[in-house]
């Protein structure tokens, strides 16, 4: 490293991702100071907007909360934090007006009491899911894409890859501690960062700096996840030394359509909410056998059945079947997955869906408060890459865009009581990097797929301890073999996407081994019991 003066100039705060937790803090923040929102890849290209089904908003008062309370710690077998799941839940009619506020146009019904079409996902006992058509991600995140773009305090950085976070040992010169939290032993001054457009490493220096990346679906082989999913934040915090905890729930969704040429389509929990059901190729419907709720169980029970009458059967896939919905129907409320499934040969009015699971959504991430604070000071995450407490061992469906939008207000709101000071430090900075040979570029790409298939193979939707063990070493062999010297000498998006995912991986290992039970997403057939009382699976870095 060699020392250079900060190419931008110190902003009040630096957002890591441009998805919908990520946009919520900073259009809460903006009026108040200037935002750099991070982007390593097309604004577009992010799991806000490719979520289909909707948000869920609460808003029949008192027994309506009571009830998503409910629903949400049933999912969560029993490790959700209720006080965290209470606020959300209250919070969740405010987070929809304001959406609506933001421009984001949800499906309209007239006979509705609030104007707006409600439906019903899969664990949740009432309607309560706001959407747009089946489209809802991709709605509310052009909404406040446009707001971000003209608002005249928001920078928003295309093509600019995160690669940790800056420290005070990254920092020269003396370091003033004034109005430092007490007994605060390091801070964030913001973070280092990769152009790919003129690939070269930048230091972006920041009064605060939030971690909205998103979670670690690119770890797995099968997955709804965008390219982008890498984990990044998780492992940018764990290198600067924050816990993380419940890796090991890792949320796969039942139902995406089976393409092995390309990545998995969703296929919303919506259409089993409106009545579609899961057969065998020979028409049997096979959830009874599984459960009382059918198609509408939680997620990990579907994935499971799905997953075990493949293995029974030999299949490849299993059948949701929507035809009876009618044509009609199916291409009013539906249409994005009709479209895309007749682009791929099935007319879903007259045949079921050849459907598999894969994976979907992060339930652990970085330890934070409920402001979202991380154990660094000045450094926040929020979103998809955190642990609140709100999911617990599986996700209730349609909660996460929640999520994002409530403690993203959250977080805003808390910066915006506690402003800190903006620095004008000079950092450290990585020399000129080498660009990659395709040799390299090759290797960990090739490295990465080993990755993700022993992801499924070992830590996938069924586990077992010696797979586990087995999955452990390996990972821990990759990182021993590669080394940090590669990744500072040819910094390159292929090598940092890596590094996290390794990171990542290995945490959810851990965190796998720790678990003496089996309890929602987790499952592990040398330990299918479930414990009467039960906690959250906390790791702790050593101290960078």
């Not at 093509?159 to 370091?175: C, E, F, N, P, T």
């Amino acid at each position: 490293m060699k020392q250079v003066k900060t190419p931008i100039q110190p902003v009040d705060l630096i957002i890591v991702g441009a998805g919908l937790a990520g946009l919520t803090v900073a259009l809460n923040l903006a009026p108040y100071g200037q935002v750099i929102v991070i982007a390593k890849s097309d604004f577009g290209e992010t799991a806000t907007a490719w979520a289909q089904g909707g948000i869920v908003g609460v808003m029949d008062g008192k027994d309506g909360i009571e009830s998503h309370i409910r629903d949400t710690m049933t999912a969560g077998a029993g490790i959700v934090d209720e006080s965290v799941a209470r606020f959300i839940s209250e919070c969740s009619c405010a987070a929809i007006q304001w959406l609506i506020q933001q421009g984001v146009a949800f499906t309209q019904d007239l006979d509705s009491p609030f104007g707006l079409h409600v439906t019903r996902e899969g664990g949740h006992t009432q309607r309560r899911i706001f959407h747009a058509a089946d489209a809802t991600g991709k709605a509310i995140h052009q909404a406040l894409l446009y707001r971000a773009q003209v608002h005249p305090n928001i920078q928003i950085m295309e093509h600019w890859v995160a690669i940790d976070v800056l420290k005070s040992r990254h920092i020269l010169g003396q370091i003033s501690q004034h109005n430092e939290p007490k007994g605060s032993q390091d801070r964030c001054f913001g973070i280092y960062a990769l152009s790919k457009e003129h690939h070269e490493v930048m230091a972006i220096l920041a009064s605060d700096v939030v971690i909205a990346t998103g979670g670690v679906g690119q770890a797995y082989l099968h997955t709804t996840n965008p390219i982008s999913s890498t984990g990044d934040g998780i492992a940018m915090a764990w290198r600067a030394g924050c816990r993380v905890a419940n890796m090991e729930f890792i949320q796969f969704h039942p139902t995406t359509f089976y393409q092995p040429r390309s990545r998995s389509l969703l296929i919303t929990e919506a259409l089993r909410g409106e009545g579609a059901y899961l057969t065998l190729p020979n028409g049997f419907r096979f959830m009874s056998e599984y459960d009382a709720r059918l198609e509408l169980a939680p997620r990990d029970i579907v994935a499971r059945a799905i997953d075990a009458e493949i293995k029974k059967h030999q299949l490849e896939y299993v059948l949701l079947d929507a035809s009876h919905l009618g044509e009609k129907w199916l291409k009013e409320h539906f249409p994005t997955i009709f479209e895309r499934c007749l682009e791929e040969g099935i007319d879903i009015s007259k045949r079921g869906i050849p459907v598999v699971p894969a994976a979907h959504y992060t339930c652990g991430g970085i330890v934070v408060s409920q402001d979202g604070q991380t154990d660094i000071a000045h450094l926040y995450a929020v979103g998809e890459s955190t642990y609140t407490g709100f999911h617990g061992a599986n996700r209730l469906a349609s909660n996460s865009l929640l999520e994002c939008v409530v403690m993203g207000q959250r977080v805003a709101q808390h910066l915006r009581n506690h402003p800190s000071n903006r620095y004008s430090y000079q950092a450290k900075l990585w020399a000129p990097v080498a660009k990659c040979s395709k040799h390299d570029l090759a290797e960990m790409s090739r490295r990465r797929d080993c990755l993700r298939h022993l992801m499924w193979n070992e830590v996938g939707i069924v586990r077992s301890q010696q797979g586990l063990e087995h999955a452990l070493q390996e990972i821990q062999n990759m990182q021993n073999t590669i080394g940090d010297e590669f990744y500072n000498d040819q910094m390159h998006q292929e090598g940092i996407e890596l590094r996290n995912l390794l990171i990542c991986a290995e945490c959810i290992v851990l965190c796998a081994l720790l678990r003496y039970e089996s309890r929602g997403t987790h499952y592990n057939r040398d330990r299918p019991h479930t414990l009467m009382q039960s906690t959250a699976t906390i790791l702790t870095p050593s101290r960078n």
